[in-house]
């Protein structure tokens, strides 16, 4: 089955700190991939979605500016947290979409971020 | 966009076969139905997907009525492991990369 990898998989760094998650798609090449956040005995939020070479679709409310998103090949995208406070803190989940594959997104093992 | 409807909660018992429904009135003609399966601190890991009747798989089963507007997941003779949260997720990744998950099910099976 289609593997998705998240890098790191735990991160705890110092506020005003950036920070930069890896999602990589192993086994096959992932025309989208989308990045969520999960706050303790919440549902996932998403907060965009980017496609292979192109700039990422933020969702409402999520500042592109602090959260930046690169998807410059089509087995990986990165996150980078941006001078990180404390309630940036969160499990942080990206998924992955198969090009010319089934509607189905493939989820990464998340990374979970505390920032002091 | 679909907006889904879920219980928040659900209890059942080791070996009882559970039926979660997700309502979504709003459902777009090219939108699939997947439900996912998540345990804490871990990313959410697919369980089934349709478009419409009935699929099955080696883990559930899935019922999708004609009008679409929600679906059925069942979960045949639970174990304790099947404690989990369970989302339907309804959209269309190469439509308009709408993926939006609603507030999901915590399912808690009982000895």
């Known amino acids: 089955g289609a593997v998705v990898s998240q890098h790191p998989s735990r991160v705890i760094c110092k506020s005003g700190t950036s920070v930069k998650i890896e999602c990589r798609s192993l086994?096959?090449?992932?025309?989208?991939m989308f990045w969520y956040r999960q706050f303790p005995k919440q549902s996932l939020m998403l907060m965009a979605t980017?496609?292979?070479?192109?700039?990422?679709?933020?969702e409402q409310g999520v500042e592109k500016d602090k959260f930046l998103i690169n998807h410059a090949s089509l087995t990986l995208s990165t996150l980078t947290v941006t001078s990180a406070h404390p309630e940036d803190s969160s499990f942080y989940i990206c998924?992955?979409?198969?090009?010319?594959?089934?509607?189905?997104?493939?989820f990464g093992p998340g990374t979970r971020l505390t920032v002091l | 966009l679909a907006k889904t409807t879920q219980p928040i909660s659900m209890d059942s018992y080791e070996g009882q076969e559970v039926n979660i429904t997700c309502s979504h009135n709003?459902?777009?003609?090219?939108?699939?139905i997947t439900w996912y399966q998540q345990f804490p601190s871990q990313g959410p890991r697919f369980i089934i997907q349709?478009?419409?009747t009935k699929v099955t798989n080696e883990v559930a089963s899935l019922f999708i009525p004609a009008d679409r507007k929600s679906s059925t997941l069942s979960l045949p003779r639970v174990s304790l492991s099947d404690t989990a949260v369970y989302y339907c997720l309804v959209g269309d990744i190469g439509d308009n990369n709408d993926m939006r998950f609603g507030a999901g099910t915590r399912l808690t099976v009982k000895p």
């Open positions: 709003n459902i777009a003609t090219n939108d699939y």
């Open positions: 998924s992955a979409s198969e090009r010319g594959g089934f509607n189905e997104q493939f």
């Open positions: 086994d096959f090449q992932a025309t989208t």
């Open positions: 980017s496609n292979e070479g192109s700039k990422a679709t933020y």
């Open positions: 349709g478009y419409k």
